[in-house]
Structure formats: structure tokens, C-alpha cells
């Protein structure tokens, strides 16, 4: 007997793997864990008959010869077929995404960083010329939306979205999948997300905006994921971070939520002995002391992190300037000869204002040319600091509507960051 099985607490790419995989391994019954996702479990309520699934109970695990594990590797999050851990005559097939190693061997390993774990497996699909039907594709859809938060999430690859299409061509509904996949949260969800929003605190870390919330739970609660995503949303932070303390349990589950690459959730819960991706990931702490575990996530961030690209790495030096008692017409030569719109005007290492093209328009006579810069500077300077990360830069220059920032060290101008150096960042710069 062949079976196929996925993660617990099973969310839309999981369910979609696994019926995926009963296409390609015909005869293969899919095992569903106990513990599923709300949302999922609101969509298995009506297609119950049609997608058969069985529990871990109508298992008999001697006859089993084969096992197919989707969008997950690793035995704990298996715990459902812990007993078919210790056998050695055991053929374990593979498909997953999720950039840890993981600890089931396997020779059968299907295995690529894709935003979603269903988009290898359609890929199998279609070299193997397998229909699908319009449920079928809708699940798959459903998965590969919620994987990759409607393919807005960094780790969204391109064969997603050409998976995207192929699926609405097969007639994946929207309707059914927008139902569904809308996170289905409870009054329980609720009280959490109320508590969190109450308590939650704000902090800076290289430069990001992270939210690290800490709340008492007491035994399983669902749909923690959903809550940690919504607090990151609501309070429009880099990443948000749930600490759930379990006191009885003496543990805590770690749930995190990021919409940069610069902080790497996946890596960061594999520190802590857990998993994921790039934008989402959870572990399981033995520790009930939610600051110990406060402090290791922000200890993670700012040493375990690749180093994150600062103002210092972009900007532009030595910077161009002008005295104060210099002319305008001096002003107006430099700004033409070096093609810029602006330069800072800084009077013995200090940086005392801003004279821009704009400034100019208010000099129209000529005899006004011949007046200091500091008649017409501006001296409502927004500055940043080299520690301060791109996106930052762009915040000010949007709110301030300004192209150029000195960037200030201890009150001396050490450069001067713009438009394009930002844009050059966002656009060519960005990691893998
Ligand atoms: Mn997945």
C-alpha cells in the first residue's frame, strides 16, 4: 500500500500537494492529519466526497510499503505516521519546497525553491500529460495563492505565476477560490489578534520595522499563522513575530510573518529549531520565558541575517558642497557642471542647508545671483542616518517630496544618497 501525507496543521498548498500527488501515484490514500487549517477545513467540509481523504485511525501501517510526503520534510510535522519512522524497508518519496534540509531520507526527492510546493508538482503533471479537473485546479490555485500571498510574496518565482495561468485555464474558479482562501478566524483568532494589537511594541532592528508579540495560550489554538500574518499587515511593520507561551507545556511556538528578504524567517526558525520560507515560518521552543525568546529573534535578525544593505552601502561620496557666503551663481555653475539638481551647503563640516534648482526659481533677477546661497537655501533639512536601510530613504524622500538626502554621521555629512541610487537598489540589487 502507497500512501500520501503532508504537514499538520495543513494549509491550502499542503491539501493541494497531496491530491496532486494521487494523480501522479495512482491507487496512493491520502493520509490527512488531524490538525488542519480553519480555512482548509471550512473547504474540506463540502468536498469531503470528492476528495477522500483518510484519517491517520483507518491506517493500518504494516501494509504500508510506500510513503509520499508533500510540501513538508521533516518527521515531526509528520507525527501523524511517526510509526512508520523507525522501518528501514520503507520507500519515502519526496516533493517539497521549503529551503531546509530537512531530516527524512529520502533517494526520491523532488525538491525545488518554488513560492509554493504545488507548482513543482503541476509541473510533473503536465510533462506527464494529466488532466485536471475544475475542482482540481481550483484547490491547486487556492494553494499556490495562499504559498505566495497572490504572488505578491518575495519568494514567488516565475514558474508560479506561468502555473497561475495554466491553472485559470483550466478552470480554477475564483469565486470558490476567493471564498475559501479569505483566512477563516474564529472568535478565538480574534481574542488573540485583540490582545496582540493591545500589547504590541514596535522596535527597530537593522534598520526594519519588526513587531515581536508575546501572549500567554493555553493548550493548541488554531490558526495562529493567520493572526501573526494580520498583526504584520495592521501594524505595516517589516516582519511581526508571535510568541505563544504554552506555561503548563513549558513551551512556546514562534510564528513569523516578513515582507522583506532581508529578514529570513525560514532561516531564523531554523536556528530555532523550526522551518519555512523567506516570508513565513514557525518553531518549537522549549522554553516558557517569551523574553528569552524575544531577545533570540532579535539576536537572529542582526547577527544570523545576510548583513543588510544600509544607506552607507548606496549612497554617494565624497559629497559635492558649497559654503554658505558662496554665490548663487557659483551655486548655479556647480549644479550644471556636475548635472545635479541639489547640493548641501555646509559651513566648516556642518551642514547648515539644502540649495536645490528649485531654489533658484525665487533668484529671477540676475542682481539676485549675486547674493549668498544662504539667502535662498533651505534650511528645513530631512537627513538620514548611514545605518537607516533603503527603505527608509524612500519613506522620507515620499513624505518630504525630495530626490536627494545628506546622509549625517555625528552631525558631519559622510554622503549623500538620491532617487536613483535607492532605485538602483530596488531594482537591480535585489538577493535571489
Ligand atoms: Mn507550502
Avoid at 493548550?219 to 504584520?232: D, N, S
Amino acid at each position: 500500500m502507497q500512501i500520501v501525507t503532508t504537514h499538520n496543521n495543513t494549509d491550502f498548498d499542503a491539501l493541494a500537494s497531496m491530491v496532486a500527488a494521487t494523480i501522479l501515484y495512482p491507487g496512493a490514500i491520502p493520509v490527512l492529519p488531524k490538525n488542519i487549517n480553519p480555512n482548509v477545513k471550512a473547504f474540506m467540509s463540502i468536498h469531503k466526497d470528492i476528495l477522500n481523504m483518510y484519517s491517520p485511525k483507518e491506517i493500518d501501517f504494516d501494509k504500508v510499503k510506500s510513503l509520499v510526503v508533500v510540501d513538508i520534510n521533516s518527521w515531526a510535522r509528520i507525527a501523524h505516521v511517526d510509526e512508520l519512522r523507525k522501518r528501514n524497508d520503507l520507500e519515502i518519496i519526496i516533493w517539497d519546497h521549503h529551503s531546509n534540509n530537512g531530516d527524512i531520507n529520502s533517494a526520491q526527492k523532488y525538491y525545488d525553491e518554488m513560492g509554493a510546493n504545488i507548482t513543482i508538482m503541476i509541473r510533473q503533471l503536465r510533462k506527464e500529460r494529466k488532466k485536471l479537473t475544475p475542482i482540481q485546479a481550483t484547490l491547486f490555485l487556492t494553494g499556490l495563492y495562499e504559498d505566495t500571498g497572490n504572488l505578491t510574496f518575495p519568494s514567488t518565482k516565475p514558474e508560479d505565476a506561468s502555473v497561475a495561468s495554466y491553472l485559470l485555464n483550466n478552470k480554477a474558479d475564483l469565486n470558490v477560490l476567493s471564498r475559501f482562501l479569505r483566512p477563516a478566524y474564529g472568535k478565538k483568532q480574534k481574542d488573540v489578534l485583540f490582545e496582540m494589537i493591545k500589547s504590541a511594541k514596535r522596535t527597530k532592528v537593522n534598520g526594519y520595522n519588526i513587531c515581536v508579540n508575546k501572549l500567554d495560550i493555553k493548550g493548541h489554538v488554531e490558526g495562529l499563522a493567520i493572526v501573526v500574518r494580520m498583526c504584520r499587515e495592521i501594524f505595516n511593520v517589516d516582519a511581526a513575530f508571535g510568541i505563544f507561551t504554552d506555561r503548563e507545556r513549558g513551551r512556546s511556538i514562534v510564528i513569523g510573518r516578513s515582507n522583506t528578504e532581508d529578514i529570513n524567517i525560514g532561516s531564523i526558525m531554523q536556528s530555532m529549531g523550526g522551518g519555512g520560507h523567506s516570508g513565513a515560518g514557525s518553531a518549537m521552543v522549549k522554553s516558557a520565558k517569551p523574553d528569552a525568546v524575544k531577545k533570540m529573534i532579535v539576536e537572529l535578525i542582526r547577527g544570523n541575517q545576510q548583513a543588510s544593505v544600509q544607506i552607507s552601502d548606496l549612497m554617494s561620496f565624497p559629497v559635492l558642497s558649497i559654503p554658505s557666503n558662496n554665490s548663487m551663481k557659483e551655486a548655479a555653475l556647480i549644479l550644471k557642471k556636475k548635472g545635479c539638481t541639489g547640493i548641501p551647503v555646509i559651513d566648516g563640516g556642518k551642514l547648515v542647508g539644502i540649495i536645490s534648482r528649485r531654489d533658484f526659481r525665487k533668484a529671477r533677477k540676475d542682481s539676485q545671483l549675486k547674493a549668498p546661497v544662504k539667502a535662498f537655501m533651505s534650511t528645513n533639512i530631512t537627513s538620514v542616518k548611514p545605518g537607516e536601510s533603503p527603505m527608509k530613504v524612500t519613506q522620507l524622500m515620499v513624505k518630504h517630496d525630495i530626490g536627494r538626502l545628506p546622509v549625517v554621521d555625528g552631525g558631519r555629512v559622510i554622503g549623500i544618497i538620491t532617487r536613483s541610487d535607492v532605485m538602483r537598489y530596488f531594482y537591480d540589487t535585489l538577493p535571489d
